[in-house]
């Protein structure tokens, strides 16, 4: 698996990233929904990576700038169809590695406290992040879960 900064203008990757969003757009109430689109994908202060296997989009996330020190994953998501076979752990992994050299101490993230998102909650729980309150703009919300972690 190669895993690469993506400018976002490949057409798989805009494919893959719509299905992100119709995806968060089935499973998350409107009022709830905080994943990025293109347009703010493609701003200066993310980084965004894809991970390639076999020429084929597998997985993508992204960082996102909330000061010099504080990071926000984003876009983190693997294709459905290989879920369960290591790909979001060496993503998530290769991202911390990165936001570390970026100058960051500190990630944080936002998910869904739905089943949906179960899966997403136990990979982070895995990489040691820790339930918080909500950080930057963010506000309390049922369907919303909050995590970081130091680096």
């Known amino acids: 698996m190669k895993i690469a900064v993506d400018d976002l203008t490949g057409s798989e990757i805009i494919a893959f990233l719509e299905s992100h969003l ?5 499973t998350t ?33 992204a960082v996102k700038r909330l000061d010099p020190e504080h990071g926000e994953i984003k876009s983190m998501r693997t294709d459905p169809s290989r879920k369960r076979s290591g790909i979001a752990s060496t993503l998530l992994g290769h991202i911390i590695g990165e ?10 993230l936002e ?3 739905n089943d949906f ?17 909500p950080f930057a703009d963010y506000r309390e919300d049922p369907n919303s879960v909050f995590m970081t972690r130091l680096l």
């Open 99 to 108: 936001a570390r050299r970026m100058g960051y101490t500190r990630l944080s």
């Open 29 to 61: 109430p409107p009022e709830s929904k905080h994943a990025l689109d293109l347009d703010a994908l493609r701003k200066p202060d993310v980084t965004f990576w894809s991970a390639e296997d076999g020429g084929s989009v597998v997985g993508c996330g």
């Open 117 to 133: 998102f179960a899966p997403a909650r136990a990979l982070y729980e895995k990489f040691e992040f820790e339930y918080c309150a």
């Open 111 to 113: 998910t869904g406290a």
């Open 22 to 26: 119709t995806d968060m757009r089935s």
